[in-house]
C-alpha cells in the first residue's frame, strides 16, 4: 500500500505556485500541448459537458471546452490560489473540492479530465480508488475520462538500463512504495520541492479496476517532446476510461 503525507503539504505548495503556474507550465508545452490534442481527438463528438479534476489554473480544461465548443464546465481544485485563477475565466463553475471528495449529486458529464499526475499527489492508495470511484460516477453513460500519470517504467525518461533493473524488482518484489518520490521544481529564482507518486502500468490499472473503470485506450506521451506511442516504455501514461 503506498501513500505518504502529502495532502496538506501539496495543496501549500501549489498555493505558492499560483503565481507562477503559467510560466511553469510553458517549460513543458510540448508534452501539455500533445496530451491535449490527444484528448481533443478522441472526444465523443455530442459532449455537451466537461468536468476537469485538478484543474490547477484552469487553462488547460476551458482550452479543450472552447476547442470542442462544450457548453457546461466545472473546473475542480483544492487550492484556493488555483481556485481564485479558476474564478477569473470566464464559463466555468468552479468546485473548492479534492479529488477525493468529489460531490456526485450535481449531474454527469460527458468528459472528465483529471491531467498531469494528479492521482500522483493524492495521499494514498485508498484516496486515489476513491476519488476514481467518484469521478466514475460523474461520467455520464457513454461518457469518456482522461488519465494521465507519472510512468515509473518510462525509459524515455530514465533511461533503458534503469528502467529494465525496476521492471524485474517491481515484477519479483511489488512495492507500491517505490513509486513515491520528491520533485524539485525550479521557478523563477525559486526552488520548490514536492512529494509525488509515479505508477507502473500494472499498479495504475489495478486503482481503475478496483474503482470499477475500463480502459478503453492506453498510449504514452514523451514527457520531453509530446510524442505520442503505443509503447509503455515511451512516455508518462495516458488512458482513455469509460465505466
Request: with cysteine.
Amino acid at each position: 500500500m503506498g501513500g505518504f503525507s502529502i495532502g496538506t503539504d501539496t495543496i501549500e505548495l501549489y498555493n505558492s505556485l499560483a503565481p507562477h503556474y503559467r510560466e511553469y507550465s510553458r517549460t513543458r508545452s510540448a508534452y501539455l500541448e500533445a496530451v491535449e490534442k490527444y484528448i481533443i481527438h478522441h472526444i465523443p463528438h455530442n459532449a455537451t459537458s466537461l468536468l476537469d479534476v485538478g484543474a490547477g489554473d484552469g487553462v488547460r480544461g476551458m482550452n479543450i471546452a472552447i476547442e470542442k465548443k462544450i457548453p457546461r464546465v466545472v473546473l475542480s481544485e483544492p487550492s484556493m490560489e488555483m481556485v481564485a485563477r479558476c474564478r477569473q475565466l470566464q464559463g466555468a463553475e468552479v468546485w473548492s473540492v479534492s479529488a477525493e471528495d468529489l460531490p456526485v449529486d450535481r449531474g454527469t458529464f460527458d468528459v472528465v479530465i483529471c491531467l498531469w499526475n494528479v492521482l500522483g499527489h493524492i495521499e494514498s492508495r485508498v484516496q486515489r480508488v476513491e476519488a476514481l470511484r467518484r469521478m466514475e460516477g460523474l461520467l455520464s453513460a457513454e461518457g469518456v475520462l482522461f488519465v494521465d500519470v507519472n510512468n515509473r517504467h518510462n525509459a524515455a525518461q530514465y533511461g533503458t538500463l534503469k528502467i529494465l533493473g525496476r521492471i524485474v524488482k517491481d515484477f519479483l518484489l511489488p512495492d507500491e512504495k517505490r513509486g513515491d518520490a520528491t520533485f524539485e521544481w525550479n521557478v523563477g529564482n525559486t526552488k520548490m520541492i514536492s512529494m509525488g507518486h509515479l505508477f507502473t502500468p500494472r499498479e495504475i490499472e489495478g486503482l481503475f479496476i478496483a474503482s470499477g473503470l475500463k480502459v478503453r485506450q492506453r498510449v504514452t506521451a514523451n514527457y520531453q517532446d509530446g510524442t505520442i506511442s503505443k509503447s509503455v516504455l515511451k512516455g508518462q501514461l495516458l488512458y482513455t476510461l469509460t465505466k
